[in-house]
């Protein structure tokens, strides 16, 4: 299921939606978030891939719920993604690994690429890891053959849902050092980058749009994933960036996200003004 319906296999054919690219998509791309908040079992997540997997281009592990789950049911719901060419992430849990020692990091390596996972997910935002570790560590994912997606972000201590003003008392990194970082990972081959959220437009008392502006206009949008597992971010980004940008979305939030890409639904202020012109 490569593609978006074709006209001939939507239902309600007649109206016009904006059209989308096909998978594998270069832009456009939605990750969603797998069990994490609710568990997802195969059943579930097939009925989520039956009504909508054209439009979902990845399902991102998190906080190392895999390492909870029988190894048959992690095995189900990577089979199933793969059925549907939607790929599968680790999500950010290398940063739990790392702890465990350098053969912990290889072994998990290993039950990554043997599992079927397609991205692991390098991310150090509860740890203080050396930028060249981390450029070394994104180095050995690739060399499993493993995509190796990087998440860089402006927040100390981001993760784990951490409250604004406990945030606040952490600090914050300069975004120049964050593009930087994004930079470096991508020159080394990265498949691609995750903006972390927090510090830019979760958990803060004002959204630092003024980040999302400077990563994207030296990154390139394309090139970067930004996490918006909230509505009023997600719409903001398609607001300001359009329906083809990258971002990453609850598993809940897969329709709406799509009705506002597809231009056939949103809020008042993006009503009708969603738009994509192809030639």
């Given at each position: 299921m490569p593609s978006p319906p074709e006209d001939s296999e939507r239902a309600f054919a007649f109206l016009k939606v904006n059209q989308r690219l096909g998978k594998p998509r270069s832009r456009g791309i939605t990750e969603i978030r797998g069990p994490y908040y609710t568990p997802m079992g195969?059943?579930?997540?097939?009925?989520?891939?039956?009504t909508m997997g054209a439009y979902v281009d990845a399902l991102k592990f998190a906080g190392g719920s895999f390492a909870l789950m029988p190894r048959r049911a992690v095995q189900e719901l990577i089979d199933l993604c793969h059925a549907h060419n939607v790929l599968v992430s680790t999500g950010?849990?290398?940063?739990?690994?790392?702890?465990?020692?350098?053969?912990?990091?290889?072994?998990?390596?290993?039950?990554c690429k043997e599992l079927g996972f397609d991205i692991v997910e390098v991310?150090?935002?509860?740890?203080?890891?050396?930028?060249?570790?981390?450029l070394r560590l994104v180095q050995e994912v690739q060399k499993t053959g493993l995509k190796a997606k990087p998440e860089v972000g402006i927040q100390f201590g981001a993760g784990g849902a951490s409250a604004a003003a406990e945030l606040e008392a952490e600090g914050t990194r300069d975004p120049e050092w964050a593009i930087g970082q994004a930079r470096r990972f991508l020159e080394a081959g990265a498949y691609?980058?995750?903006?972390?959220?927090?510090?830019?437009?979760?958990?803060?008392?004002?959204?630092?749009?003024?980040?999302?502006?400077?990563?994207a206009n030296t990154l390139g949008p394309e090139r970067v994933m930004f996490e918006a597992a909230d509505p009023e971010v997600f719409t903001w980004y398609i607001k300001n960036y359009g329906p083809e940008v990258n971002l990453f979305v609850d598993h809940s939030q897969i329709v709406?996200?799509?009705?506002?890409?597809?231009?056939?639904?949103?809020?008042?202020?993006?009503?009708?003004?969603?738009?994509?012109y192809k030639g």
């Open positions: 195969k059943r579930y997540l097939q009925d989520v891939l039956e950010g849990f290398i940063e739990y690994v790392l702890g465990q020692g350098s053969e912990a990091v290889h072994r998990y390596l290993g039950e991310s150090s935002g509860f740890i203080t890891v050396p930028p060249d570790d981390l691609q980058v995750m903006i972390e959220s927090e510090g830019i437009t979760e958990n803060v008392r004002a959204w630092r749009t003024d980040v999302v502006a400077r990563i709406q996200l799509e009705c506002l890409r597809s231009g056939i639904w949103g809020t008042k202020s993006l009503w009708g003004r969603v738009l994509t």
